[in-house]
């Protein structure tokens, strides 16, 4: 047991590997065991995107496990490759992944478009993550047009939910409570000062959204809006053979060239976003970071650039899938860092801590009494999560605007983007920044708006004066 010989101050024990780190559980952390048991029932979560798979591609419940269980494997690179990281979705991207999908009839010509965005995907994280040149990329897409695509992406999850024939429609009453108590839990100031003086309501806030999943198995067939959960006893039965014969490369042959080149446009919008969770993260991780020197722990948005970059490409060939896989579910990822700067007796390593809870979740996901105890809600878990991340990407596009006039740009781009896809938005973006930016297309404008850009504006009017 390596983890046992960590001295002050260093990193957990590891293989090196080129860019990688490897660790193994029990070997080189120790395996937390309250993570393990979250991550049982968190899996609720990674099956909500059965939903989405049965409905764009008009896949068997069996099939759709298959693709999540797979996904769930692949979680499980990020820690043991030395990314410390809850890895999840690219949840705000998935409502743009649906409607560019859905332009094709559904059938195998619906599959490979999917096959060819996540394959294009993929490739494109692992060549940035191989070049460094990830941070460059998104650099010099101009600020209006990252507005308009990160707060696109968020409303479209919202309308996702509500629009017609939407989950609102069928869970109305379910998806308002649930909804009401989690933003409670996860974004009200009161909440916040409310659990620091009660361990109780604390202990809630550290679950991240599962009390509201355990909330929405009871309300919902109260409000007669689903079944009550008909308990199955036994190991989950995934359908791979359906699924590689049907539903893949092996079965329906490889994408036309075209079906990749009309990918690119959203590929791009999706990766902005994906950006985006990989900046966050590595925020995240630097904060808890500086909570217990007793571990050194480094983040590498390079690294993860090539993990996600595998996942992707992989998953493309065995088992596409609309959710995409992303660098971090944000709310798990805050939840594992409020509870490793408790100190090393709480959480030895943060690798242990992320690592136990996504072992936790495949454990879950192999559980046939936990996956039909969840089944019936799984319209809720999936409402929830695209409404939080609808918030939160609204939130965060509005705030990579440096002007009003981004504002506006941004706001007229993400209608657009709703309405019309990726592509549509795009064009439109650029059309606006030419007409309106001229020679500073990239730079756009600061107008003093924005109090982070505060001192940028003070020295642009001092040099106007001047």
């Known amino acids: 047991m390596l983890w046992k010989n960590r001295k002050y101050g260093e990193e957990s024990p590891h293989i090196a590997a080129g860019p990688f780190k490897i660790r193994i559980p029990f070997v080189h952390y120790r395996f937390e ?39 769930g494997v692949f979680y499980l690179l990020h820690h043991l490759l030395g990314d410390p990281a809850v890895p999840g979705w690219i949840t705000p991207a998935i409502p743009l992944i649906t409607l560019y999908c859905q332009q094709f009839p559904e059938g195998p010509e619906r599959i490979h478009s999917l096959i060819a965005f996540q394959l294009t995907l993929g490739i494109l994280c692992l060549i940035l993550g191989a070049t460094g040149l990830a941070s460059r990329v998104v650099s010099i897409i101009p600020p209006a047009i990252k507005t308009g695509i990160i707060m696109g992406a968020g409303l479209a999850a919202v309308i996702s939910v509500f629009q017609l024939g939407g989950k609102f429609e069928v869970f109305p009453w379910t998806i308002s409570i649930a909804v009401g108590i989690g933003f409670y839990l996860m974004f009200s100031k009161h909440f916040v000062a409310f659990q620091k003086r009660n361990k109780f309501w604390g202990t809630i806030a550290k679950l991240g959204v599962l009390p509201v999943i355990i909330i929405a198995i009871v309300i919902a067939p109260i409000f007669g809006e689903a079944k009550w959960p008909s308990i199955q006893w036994g190991i989950s039965s995934p359908d791979f053979a359906t699924l590689w014969n049907e539903y893949t490369v092996f079965g329906i042959g490889m994408p036309p060239l075209m079906m990749f080149i009309t990918a690119i446009p ?133 705030l990579e605007a440096r002007s009003q006039t981004d504002l506006g740009i941004g706001g007229v781009i993400a209608a657009i983007l709703c309405i019309k896809g990726a592509a549509w938005g795009f064009a439109v973006g650029i059309l606006l920044c030419l007409l309106i930016y001229g020679r500073h297309f990239f730079r756009g404008e600061v107008d003093g708006t924005f109090t982070k850009n505060q001192r940028e504006y003070e020295n642009k009017k001092a040099n106007e004066e001047a």
């Open 33 to 71: 065991w309250p993570d393990y048991v979250q991550g049982l029932l968190m899996c609720a979560v990674d099956l909500s995107a059965i939903p989405l798979l049965m409905a764009l591609l008009g896949m068997p419940f069996e099939v759709a496990l298959a693709i999540v269980m797979l996904n």
């Open 266 to 398: 959203t590929v791009f919008a999706a990766y902005i976003v994906l950006f985006g969770d990989v900046i966050q993260n590595k925020v995240l991780v630097e904060d808890g970071a500086e909570a217990r020197p007793d571990e050194k722990v480094e983040y590498s948005p390079s690294r993860a650039h090539w993990i996600i970059g595998i996942r992707n490409a992989v998953m493309s060939i065995i088992g596409p899938d609309v959710t995409m896989s992303g660098p971090t579910w944000s709310a798990m990822q805050v939840v594992m860092i409020e509870r490793y700067k408790k100190g090393r007796k709480a959480m030895d390593s943060l690798f242990g801590g992320v690592g136990s809870f996504r072992w936790g979740t495949n454990t879950g996901l192999l559980l046939l009494p936990i996956v039909s105890l969840v089944e019936p809600i799984l319209g809720v878990a999936l409402a929830l999560t695209m409404l939080i991340q609808g918030y939160v990407s609204v939130k965060v596009g509005i």
